[in-house]
């Protein structure tokens, strides 16, 4: 007699991981947050190259540091949406504790983003910093990071650049409340089914590349060893909740900031009025050259003379520092004035994509 066949329910391997995430495999790239006993002291967040540091010096990054109130205002978002993520693949879950607690590498870039964000944001500002963060797809975080990690990407790197780019960005722009996290009163996330033109997995596993390099390289193919959030088997859908005929967040939006740098000068504006010819408002905290350049018209030197004398900029070390928002003219004059050389606004000032305001159709005779 043939006994009956029993369906024998398939499950998916899990791999064996410590933390959010990470491999349990002999020094693997890795992130650790480090949390205090005392409840006032700060909360660190360092990067391990593990086995790709160039020497043992290299091997560990201090990435960024957080006073422990802006760390309790996104601690609770920060291990629901990485819990989310690694539920997806079949991996363990994990939860914030006193002491060292180790990340996967691709989610560790994505919390250094929001933390290099809040770092010296208002505090008031953090839980919309928090929810335009969420809003980002992974894909998205992990570029900021590589571009911010370039040149300011050190605890000794605070509110300078890239720094200041990202807290503007996160924490100045109100996102529409259809681009925000859906959460159930259950606290556990909606998820839908990505569109087609959605990327679902990392396309390129940059975090083989040593984030101290000179040149931001992207590899072709993922690295499975690495991360196991990289993995083939179940792929992640998008921590969304939007229809395929909403307008999602992107850096690209209205508002979106542009980002200029000259030699020690780091600021962070945005263009204001029509395309043709826009003013162009840089943000308070940008520094500029202190050094003038032969070439420079007299009308921006008078300016940059105005904006010292009324205290718009004032001496920070090794360059001028603006104390508050201005509003220039033009892209090449704010350009100009930070440079102090001759530039052209329309080609100095690029977005998160290193698109220019030209190459987006400013300065364009409609």
């Not at 066949?5 to 890795?30: C, E, M, R, Y």
């Not at 900021?144 to 000794?156: I, N, Q, R």
């Not at 305001?357 to 300065?363: I, P, R, S, V, W």
Request: proline share 5%; glycine share 6%.
């Amino acid at each position: 007699m043939v006994k009956p066949q029993h369906n024998i329910p398939k499950t998916v391997d899990k791999h064996p991981t410590l933390g959010f995430g990470v491999p349990a495999t002999s020094d693997p790239h890795h992130f650790k947050v480090i949390i205090p006993k005392a409840n006032s002291g700060k909360v660190q967040i360092n990067e391990y190259l593990g086995l790709q540091a160039q020497s043992q010096e290299s091997a560990v990054i201090e990435r960024v540091v957080l006073d422990r109130t802006r760390w309790t205002e996104i601690r609770a978002e920060v291990q629901r949406a990485f819990n989310a993520r690694l539920k997806s693949y079949n991996l363990k879950t994990s939860a914030w504790q006193v002491g060292d607690n180790v990340v996967d590498r691709l989610l560790g870039k994505e919390l250094c983003v929001l933390a290099w964000a809040i770092e010296d944001m208002d505090v008031g500002n953090i839980s919309l910093a928090v929810r335009n963060w969420l809003a980002l797809r992974p894909e998205e975080r992990w570029w900021l990071f590589a571009m911010t990690a370039k040149s300011t990407g050190t605890v000794e790197d605070r509110d300078v650049g890239w720094r200041i780019a990202l807290r503007h960005a996160l924490g100045d722009i109100v996102q529409s409340e259809q681009q925000e996290l859906s959460q159930p009163g259950n606290g556990a996330y909606i998820k839908h089914q990505s569109n087609k033109g959605e990327i679902q997995a990392p396309s390129a596993n940059y975090g083989t590349q040593a984030p101290v390099s000179d040149e931001i390289v992207l590899p072709q193919e993922p690295d499975t060893k690495e991360s196991l959030l990289t993995c083939e088997a179940p792929q992640p859908e998008h921590i969304e909740a939007q229809s395929d005929n909403e307008a999602t967040l992107s850096i690209e939006a209205d508002g979106a900031l542009f980002l200029f740098e000259a030699k020690l000068a780091k600021a962070v504006g945005l263009p204001n009025g029509d395309n043709h010819s826009p003013e162009f408002l840089v943000k308070k905290g940008s520094t500029a050259n202190i050094a003038l350049a032969k070439s420079l018209r007299p009308a921006i030197r008078d300016l940059r003379q105005q904006l010292l004398d009324d205290d718009v900029l004032v001496t920070d070390g090794d360059v001028y520092s603006f104390t508050k928002d201005y509003l220039f003219k033009s892209p090449s004059a704010a350009a100009c004035v930070i440079a102090g050389n001759p530039r052209s606004g329309m080609d100095a000032w690029r977005d998160f994509h290193g698109r220019s305001l030209k190459e987006l159709g400013y300065g364009k005779k409609s």
